[in-house]
């Protein structure tokens, strides 16, 4: 990818993400993650190569929650569903169901600044969980809150990841939060961002909190650290 | 213009301050404030009458606040005292509320047109400009050639005062939306309208209250200007101040510009609540709940 400034994004990406599968990229800041989704979504428009994605139910999770602050709970869950036209009947009833998924029950009717940033993401993803998505983007959604909370909404996002089985692509900067949730990690190095290393995640589903503390799992976060630190120069 | 659009946004913001100020303290601190003030604006008005001016300019010049109650305030009478002054308030202040409806609906259209693209903001905001720069006065012959002499021209004073807060503002707060509420809507592929719609123009609510406020003031000063220049018709209170200076019928004049002004207070603080009513769930200019 480059783009009309001359400025060389991504290079020599190749990997494809089947449902059921979940792919973390990690790599230093500016390296071109963003991009990447941002073409993968079809927000933009790769200067050269292929990129083939399913987007008829595509969910997208920005750094941001994007909350629209106007409206409730309710109402932004019900956003995207609404912009395509999904019938009232149906779209309240998956509204409820995401709501209820995303453990945000009995604050449908406040408005976000009433919300602390954990509940805004949530929101944001129910938001997207209206739709079904079968590919779901993630471009570092849970960078912005602390640890704990971080780990919770990871806890949440991957049994949400074994009950609808979508195909996802997930940027982070946390390695721990790339091992802990996904099937496979790719390392990317510096802009222009290319693929340095490319892991099979081994651990069986359902994944609990405490296999953050076994030793295979910091083996691995380990070695992923080495090959990011190698990234950099 | 300028000068008095300047002090009605200083003035929104310390209202503003105020609001915020407000909540939680002590009653008296609220009300204290202002009744000591208003004693000594009373007081040094005194002062300034009795003291510094001779019985003769006293009358012409500044009479004292109890000869303006008992001659004017309190005079209830076809020709004399308030009452004519409130049914020329009333002429003016229509005059001023229609003229600040046109100015939203052809101001708001105005900018949501300028919004759908670079070269058409380009082409349109110079005209904007002009009107704003213009002054009135040397509007005055063209306007009173093509409107006449009575209400029409006033109301068109009106509009061409209050529709520049009006599009400035609703373009500003167009152009604020966020990046990723645009990709958001684009991501669901929306057209132009719905993103107008259910992103831009909600999101430009706060913007445009703040336009309203301004124009709101401009229209009341728009209209008061309009009745020196267009005499015919029904009569506006500021060609009312105008006929009681020239007949030296001091008292009535003064109560009238109290009372104008007392309408623009009104007027300003209506849109001002209006807006917090509007905006208070979501907006951080307006008092939450929270
Ligand atoms: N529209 C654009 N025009 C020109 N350059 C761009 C544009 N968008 C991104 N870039 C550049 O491309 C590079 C990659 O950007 P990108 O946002 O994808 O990085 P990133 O890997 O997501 O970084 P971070 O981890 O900090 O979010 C950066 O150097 C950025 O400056
Ligand atoms: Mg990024």
């Given amino acids: 990818m480059v783009f009309p400034d001359g400025t060389h994004a991504v290079d020599d990406v190749s990997f494809d993400v089947r449902p059921g599968e979940f792919v973390s990229v990690v790599g230093p800041s500016g390296c071109g993650k963003s991009t990447l989704l941002r073409i993968a979504s079809g927000l933009e428009r790769h200067t050269s190569g292929e990129c083939e994605v399913d987007r008829s139910s595509l969910g997208y999770i920005f750094q941001d929650a994007t909350l629209l602050p106007w409206r409730t709970v309710r109402r932004n869950v019900e956003l995207n569903a609404e912009l395509q036209g999904m019938p009232k009947e149906e779209r309240a009833a998956k509204v409820e169901q995401a709501i209820k998924l995303v453990s945000l029950t009995g604050h449908e009717n406040?408005?976000?600044?009433?919300?602390?940033?954990?509940?805004?993401?949530?929101?944001?993803?129910?938001?997207?969980?209206?739709?079904?998505?079968?590919v779901f983007l993630f471009d570092e959604p849970f960078g912005a809150l602390d640890e704990i909370t971080r780990e919770n909404l990871n806890d949440e996002l991957i049994r949400l990841f074994q009950s609808e089985r979508f195909a996802g692509v997930f940027i982070t900067h946390s390695i721990a939060e790339a091992v802990f949730l996904s099937t496979r990690v790719i390392v990317m190095s510096a802009r222009p961002g290319r693929i340095v290393a490319d892991y099979q995640v081994p651990f069986a589903f359902p994944r609990v909190h405490d296999l953050r503390y076994d030793a295979a799992f910091a083996e691995l976060s380990g070695k992923i650290s080495h090959d990011l630190k190698g990234s950099h120069s | 213009m300028s000068e008095a659009t300047d002090g009605i946004t200083s003035a929104v913001a310390a209202v503003e301050a105020n609001q915020r100020r407000r909540s939680g303290e002590a009653w008296w601190k609220v009300f204290l404030p202002p009744v000591v003030m208003f004693g000594a604006v009373i007081g040094v008005w005194y002062f300034v009458s009795y003291v510094m001016m001779d019985e003769r300019r006293r009358g012409i010049a500044l009479p004292p606040p109890h000869e303006i109650v008992d001659k004017a305030l309190l005079v209830w009478h076809p020709k004399k005292g308030i009452r004519p002054i409130l049914e020329a308030m009333l002429?003016?202040?229509?005059?001023?509320?229609?003229?600040?409806?046109?100015?939203?609906?052809?101001?708001?259209t105005t900018a949501i047109v300028m919004n759908l693209s670079k070269s058409l903001e380009r082409a349109i905001f110079p005209y904007a400009v002009v009107i704003q720069t213009l002054p009135i006065l040397a509007l005055v012959p063209i306007i009173q050639l093509w409107f006449g002499f009575a209400l029409t021209s006033r109301v068109l004073v009106c509009v061409l005062i209050a529709i520049f807060p009006i599009i400035t503002n609703t373009l500003f707060g167009l152009q604020s939306a966020d990046r990723m509420h645009h990709d958001l809507f684009t991501l669901n592929r929306t057209s132009r309208f719905t993103r107008l719609w259910k992103m831009e123009l909600p999101g430009a609510m706060p913007a445009i209250f703040t336009g309203l406020r301004i124009a709101a003031g401009g229209s009341v000063i728009g209209a008061i200007v309009g009745d020196?220049?267009?005499?015919?018709?029904e009569i506006g209170i500021g060609r009312l101040i105008d006929n009681y200076s020239k007949d030296l019928r001091v008292e009535e004049a003064f109560l009238a510009a109290g009372v104008s002004s007392l309408f623009g207070i009104i007027i300003f603080v209506f849109f001002g609540w209006l807006s917090n009513r509007a905006l208070r769930n979501w907006h951080d200019s307006a008092r939450g709940r929270t």
């Fill in chain 2, 228 to 233: 020196f220049f267009f005499r015919k018709g």
């Fill in chain 2, 91 to 108: 002429t003016t202040g229509r005059v001023a509320l229609i003229g600040l409806l046109i100015a939203v609906v052809l101001g708001m």
């Fill in chain 1, 110 to 134: 406040k408005y976000p600044k009433q919300l602390s940033g954990g509940m805004k993401m949530r929101c944001s993803v129910a938001r997207s969980l209206v739709l079904n998505p079968k």
